[in-house]
């Protein structure tokens, strides 16, 4: 491995936790649940892995062409996984496999840096954020990008679609924008944040007729917007940073994993802290809530956990001792 090479391999885990040249981390760094909820896909390092629900059992492992996994999403109709990810300075990948038989359907090589996020736009295209910066518009059967997008100054972390062509970004520039993924051309720029963009979450579709979404910065806050007006509706400062942010699934409860190892239950409303649940994970990659049900997988490169968020629980362990 080049000097340049290992130089951007640290740059890019420095934004997620502290590595060491001797020991690389191999813990988790991405994850979704199946179009059931029924079974966690999990991803990092080691591969792709399909695992029991709430226990985390692996079921099934497979690896894919890239050293570094930071996304996996399911298509609508939820038949396609897309994994994200890729070789720092070398290439982005995505790799797209079957669902339920995680067969490999084809591997895309389409930037020059890592995908940390992807989201299909529909069965024929997807977006694919890189840790450069740019954002493209990815046609899956040609495997060529048919739209650039690079108003973003440092690397996209956050990528979200909504009606009307919309999608958002957040990146390590400390912006939110909005752009339009038929024009790339950007609607609008949310800039109130004074960090790093660590996480988006869109409240859950139906829970309301406007659209709202949720971030975390760098700079300790969790701030909750009315974007397509560009109104910042409230904001909360945390006593650490927020790493990864969730909605459950009727929009009620917002959830913020923290660097200090704590999950903070918000009222969404009020961005008023309802609860704080001590977890074993520090410094976070990965927060997702059960789409149904009120448990919470969260996840990093040091350990991986599974909580009631009614009881704090931690349900991983239950289950292993029955």
């Known amino acids: 491995m080049n000097r340049r090479r290992v130089t951007r391999l640290l740059a890019v885990f420095s934004f997620l936790l502290p590595v060491t040249a001797d020991e690389p981390p191999r813990g988790i760094t991405a994850a979704c649940f199946s179009p059931a909820g029924d079974q966690l896909i999990t991803a990092g390092q080691d591969g792709v892995t399909l695992r029991s629900w709430p226990s985390l059992e692996p079921l099934r492992t497979l690896s894919v062409p890239a050293d570094l996994i ?15 990810g890729g ?10 496999l079957g669902w339920p038989d995680l067969a490999a359907q084809r591997s895309i090589e389409i930037s020059e ?28 059967a040609t495997g060529r990008s048919v739209l650039e997008y690079r108003d973003h100054s440092r690397g996209i972390t956050s990528l979200l679609t909504a009606a009307n062509s919309t999608v958002l970004t957040g990146a390590l520039d400390h912006s939110i924008r909005l752009w339009n993924s038929a024009s790339g051309v950007t609607t609008r720029v949310l800039n109130n944040h004074t960090g790093p963009i660590t996480d988006l979450a869109a409240r859950p579709a139906g829970t309301s007729g406007q659209l709202a979404i949720a971030s975390a910065a760098a700079d300790n806050t969790v701030r909750l917007w009315y974007p397509q007006i560009g109104r910042m509706v409230r904001f909360v400062r945390l006593e650490t940073k927020p790493r990864a942010i969730a909605w459950n699934h009727d929009g009620s409860l917002l959830a913020v994993a923290c660097d200090d190892g ?5 009222d969404p409303l009020r961005l008023k802290v309802l609860e704080t649940l001590p977890t074993q994970v520090r410094r976070p990659a990965v927060l997702r809530l059960q789409p149904t049900g009120q448990n919470a997988f ?25």
């Open 70 to 84: 930071h996304d996996v999403v399911f298509n609508t109709a939820g038949t396609r996984l897309a994994v994200a």
């Open 87 to 96: 070789n720092p300075t070398e290439h982005g990948v995505i790799q797209l």
């Open 113 to 140: 840096d890592v995908i940390w996020r992807a989201r299909w736009l529909d069965d024929a295209e997807l977006l694919a954020a890189s840790f450069d910066g740019s954002c493209c518009r990815l046609n899956i």
């Open 262 to 266: 704590k999950l903070i239950l918000l």
């Open 298 to 322: 969260i996840a990093g490169l040091d350990a991986a956990q599974v909580l009631d968020l009614r009881s704090g629980k931690d349900l991983q362990t239950e289950a292993e001792s029955r």
